[in-house]
């Protein structure tokens, strides 16, 4: 009787760890962000926006990664790539002080925005990437 128990209970406990670590993966939210910035006020976006990311990876730790890129044909078209934890995280995310100041700084700076949310397909990297 001692076996099957200790393997009910070890099977158990593998079960949980399994299906907690697929939920943890399973939940991240995928954001990417189309933007296209005013030409004359480019490098005030720029700094704001490296403020606003900075503090949000330094205060929050839900949020997991901004990856910025910029058009090489047309400078103020800048798309980032958003990873959160979850949704709650990036709920949470856009109603910190950093993110309002954020917005509030670069309203004027934003011709357009496209907010496109997808899911993780596949990653695969380097181990030293």
């Known amino acids: 009787m001692k076996p099957i128990l200790l393997t009910t209970v070890f099977l ?11 939920a943890q993966v399973n939940t991240r939210m995928y954001r990417i962000a189309k933007i296209k910035v005013d030409t004359n006020q480019l ?8 403020e606003q990311m900075n503090a949000a990876i330094k205060l929050e730790p839900e949020v997991l990664s901004y990856t910025v890129l910029v058009d090489k044909k047309d400078a103020n078209s800048i798309t980032i790539f ?20 954020y917005k509030e700084t670069v309203k004027d ?3 357009s ?6 899911e993780l397909l596949a990653r695969v990297q380097k181990d030293d990437y």
């Not at 158990?12 to 697929?22: D, E, M, P, R, V």
């Not at 925005?113 to 997808?118: F, G, N, V, Y």
């Open 12 to 22: 158990s406990i593998f079960n949980c760890i399994c299906l907690t670590a697929t």
């Open 82 to 101: 958003e990873v959160y934890a979850n949704l709650k995280a990036y709920q949470s995310h856009v109603e910190t002080p950093h993110f309002k100041k």
């Open 109 to 111: 700076m934003v011709l």
């Open 43 to 50: 490098e005030h976006y720029q700094i704001a926006l490296k």
């Open 113 to 118: 925005l496209e907010l496109i949310d997808t």
